[in-house]
């Protein structure tokens, strides 16, 4: 398989490229912009067949993206940041409608002050929304996750949109070598679209109607039980991509170093990288810590998580964004879904960090596992709850 | 190409058909009755019709269907040549 130079947003629009994508609809924003450019490129050479609607709006981008879906056509849109709340009213609609969308997310912060940079408020914004969340780490991942997007979202067990998020910069306009597939093989992989309804002029179907609230009530119930099975399908299908072409990361989670840790750090998106050579550092200098990396947020993989953390000695869990007033979603995540398995909670702390795109390198995630295991093994419990921030 | 694969969850779509929601029943104070003598058969209240009740026949001119009718009065507003009167129910 060859391998492309490719920024973080030109592998999304590869890799939507490849699914072979009818219709894109979107509108530019910042850091997003050069993955629609690209496919407005590709159709504009004739080597992708598929319509691109210019909007006035991210509220009309999905608008129409849904639209296209539910008559019938493999859909696609990306956005970041204030474009992805311009969207929610149709955000909302899409899952709850039951209809395959895949959308990427370049993670930008949220004004004001005005930024560019990333962070995951934007996306964890969208955590109650009914899709599919999926982050990339790093570009490869990005290729390979926008593809599996298609797959998991038009899997009959699930039928809902699933949203890829990539961090701005560090991955959108960073270039890395990525292994791309045949097209031939990714097509016997992917298959055709499926949904459960079209909607195409056909035979007259309403969308939306008013319901009684016990009906609207289990819409919802049905909603919960396809992210329910969409764990399995996820599972199912990086297991089949692995057999396909040669790369699984693990389902929901990607775990890196678990095997014998005694400690465990948890994060979402580029920055797990870093923490991957702190914890290559941590280990050379002889602490037992593991990287568990969330693939996926939304359906939450409490499964895997109580798995791995039932018998931590300590973690820590990264959270890009926080809920004001509370803690990092990741981390209400990771303690709420431990009492559903345990009553017996391990010492699980929350470091804020790396808002607003400050940049968090492995010397600092060295530090401060480092200094959190050095805590606990001296019997000190370090704050629940710290933000992390330097200049 | 897409594949129907049927859902087995709740979908919020609906068939329409006619008198989905019930009959209007005994609380219409005024109906719309039609001088088809007058009507051009230029279809507008059965554009305007909100609740679809109206047919238009080129031969008989516009139909009303009481059953579902609510009496909002809307076609008599919209017809051009005031073929359209409002009458109190009895």
């Not at chain 1, 490719?6 to 850091?31: C, D, H, Q, S, W």
């Not at chain 1, 991210?58 to 608008?63: D, G, P, Q």
């Not at chain 1, 008559?71 to 956005?79: L, N, P, S, Y």
């Not at chain 1, 969308?101 to 962070?119: E, F, G, H, Y």
Request: net charge negative.
């Amino acid at each position: 398989m060859p391998k492309t130079v490719l920024t973080g947003n030109y592998t999304v629009a590869l890799a939507a490229k490849m699914a072979r994508v009818e219709v894109v609809a979107a509108y530019p924003i910042t850091p997003q912009t050069s993955i629609v450019e690209k496919l407005a490129d590709y159709i504009d050479r004739g080597e992708l067949d598929a319509i691109m609607i210019r909007v006035e709006s991210e509220h009309s981008a999905l608008a129409a993206t849904f639209g296209a879906a539910v008559a019938g056509a493999r859909a696609f849109t990306a956005t970041s940041s204030h474009g992805l709340l311009y969207m929610h009213e149709w955000v909302h609609w899409t899952s709850r409608a039951r209809i395959p969308v895949v959308m990427a997310i370049v993670t930008r912060a949220l004004a004001p002050p005005w930024n560019i940079w990333s962070d995951h408020q934007d996306i964890l914004g969208q955590r109650d929304t009914g899709w599919i969340i999926g982050f990339a780490m790093d570009n490869q991942e990005v290729f390979d996750m926008t593809v599996q997007a298609f797959k998991i979202s038009e899997d009959p067990r699930v039928y809902l949109p699933v949203m890829i998020g990539l961090d701005a910069f560090t991955l959108s306009h960073t270039s890395m070598p990525v292994d791309v597939p045949e097209q031939e093989e990714l097509d016997k992989w992917l298959g055709p679209r499926r949904q459960g309804y079209v909607i195409d002029g056909s035979e007259p179907l309403a969308l939306g109607n008013l319901a009684w609230p016990e009906d609207t009530e289990e819409f919802f119930m049905d909603l919960q039980r396809g992210m329910e099975e969409a764990k399995n399908v996820i599972r199912e299908v990086d297991e089949s991509y692995g057999r396909f072409f040669g790369r699984r990361y693990g389902g929901l989670i990607h775990r890196y170093r678990c095997g014998d840790a005694k400690y465990h750090v948890i994060a979402m998106g580029a920055w797990s990288g870093d923490l991957m050579e702190a914890v290559d550092m941590l280990r050379e200098d002889g602490y037992p810590v593991g990287l568990i990396r969330m693939r996926f947020i939304r359906p939450y993989p409490d499964r895997e998580m109580y798995e791995l953390l039932s018998g931590s000695k300590g973690a820590i869990v990264f959270d890009r964004a926080i809920s004001y007033g509370s803690l990092g979603p990741i981390y209400l995540d990771v303690v709420a879904n431990m009492a559903r398995y345990t009553r017996r909670l391990p010492y699980i702390r929350n470091i804020v960090a790396g808002i607003g795109g400050v940049n968090v390198t492995y010397s600092d995630f060295y530090k401060l596992v480092k200094e959190t295991i050095d805590d606990l093994e001296k019997g000190v419990e370090p704050s629940v709850f710290t933000w992390y921030h330097r200049r | 190409m897409v594949e129907i694969v049927p859902i087995k969850y709740r979908v919020p779509i609906a068939r329409p058909k006619v008198g989905v929601a019930g009959k209007t029943g005994s609380w219409r104070w005024v109906k719309p009755v039609v001088d088809t003598s007058r009507c051009t058969r230029c279809f507008l209240c059965e554009i305007y019709c909100p609740d679809n009740t109206i047919t238009v026949d080129p031969e008989k001119g516009a139909i009303v269907d009481y059953e579902y009718c609510k009496g909002c009065g809307i076609c008599a507003n919209v017809c051009p040549v005031n073929a359209i009167e409002m009458v109190k129910e009895a």
